[in-house]
């Protein structure tokens, strides 16, 4: 039996909801006001967020906090190499009768069976692992023994890893990179936050106080509000030139695909109905650009010491500099 549409917010009660969201959520994170709204955004889209960073900068306390706020089944997984596919899918276990015997088999659920997934340091997975979050990410389904399971409505992965780390893990392939709504960086506190923070843990005093803001079919009624939010043709254009520049530009071997202009048009729709707006304007594309579309071109062989991730926002921020803004 299918399940009736939730009520679809305007735009200006999709504002205050997620203002009171995102301000709950900033009880527990300090000073990434930025981080935590991209993260809401990419949820918004019905997205999926990597996280990449060094250890302890915050990124499974933002992760629980989205959970908490939201009353969502949180599961946090820990990818190590000797993590199989049947480790996250689930397996079939058979049922037996009075004498021992074999009779069914009966489908055990996985731990990807929840609406926040938190694939924490991702790249220590193999690539068998890796393949089957990927199914689940793309598909929001799991094959197991040849029949496919669906998975819970919402279902949001954040996935992180640390990229200073390399020895022992297994660098994402551009096919589930590109799966990603948003690639972030939480970074460093400042001095005052990072005082803030060791005067009273936060995510060991504060997150567990922190209120319930919308239960489930709100928060697919703010999904379904953003696919509302009307684009125009010359704002669609735009978007597309940005792109169109990431695939001619001489210092890319590959550019986005089409998958990363719709996720940029996605994300672009969250952030006009998270200011209030049931209408994009160039901004919310410009905003989000870089985040959205650089871990989805490849930069072409070249000598020096700056990481390839960091040269590639350089480029996709020099593309969004460069390319006019409709009139």
């Known amino acids: 039996m299918s399940r009736p549409p939730e009520p679809i917010p305007t735009a200006s009660q999709a504002k205050e909801l997620v203002a009171r969201w995102l ?17 809401v955004l990419c949820l918004l889209a019905r997205g999926h967020l990597l996280l990449e960073d060094v250890p302890g900068v915050g990124k499974t306390t933002l992760a629980q906090a989205l959970a908490r706020t939201l009353d969502a089944d949180f599961r946090r997984i820990q990818f190590t190499s000797d993590l199989l596919p049947g480790d996250l899918t689930g397996s079939s276990i058979p049922e037996r009768s009075a004498n021992g015997e074999a009779v069914a088999f009966r489908f055990q659920p996985g731990p990807l069976f929840g609406n926040l997934i938190l694939a924490d340091e991702i790249n220590r997975a193999s690539p068998k692992a890796q393949s089957a979050l990927l199914e689940a990410m793309s598909e929001h389904t799991v094959s197991v023994d040849g029949t496919s399971h669906p998975l819970p409505d919402p279902f949001f992965v954040v996935a992180t890893q640390n990229p200073k780390e390399h020895h022992g893990t297994f660098p994402l392939p551009e096919s589930q990179l590109d799966r990603f709504l948003m690639r972030l960086s939480m970074g460093y506190p400042d001095r005052e936050d990072e005082l803030r923070v060791l005067a009273r843990d936060p995510a060991l005093h504060l997150l567990p106080e922190l209120d319930v803001v919308l239960d489930l079919a ?19 254009e735009y978007l597309l030139e940005l792109v169109q520049a990431t695939r001619d530009h001489e210092a890319l071997a590959l550019g986005a695909s089409t998958r990363g202009a719709l996720a940029l048009r996605r994300a672009a729709q969250a952030a006009a109905l998270v200011a209030g707006r049931d209408y994009c304007i160039p901004e919310d594309i410009r905003e989000l650009a870089v985040d959205v579309l650089a871990h989805r071109v490849s930069v ?3 000598g020096g010491s700056q990481p390839e991730v960091e040269v590639s926002r350089w480029i996709v921020s020099e593309i969004v500099d460069r390319v006019a803004i409709p009139l």
């Open 300 to 302: 072409e062989a070249r």
């Open 218 to 236: 709100a928060l697919r009624g703010l999904q379904s509000a953003v696919e509302t939010i009307k684009v125009e043709s010359s704002l669609l």
């Open 23 to 39: 301000a709950e959520i900033g009880r527990v994170v300090h000073g990434k006001p930025e981080v935590v709204r991209r993260s």
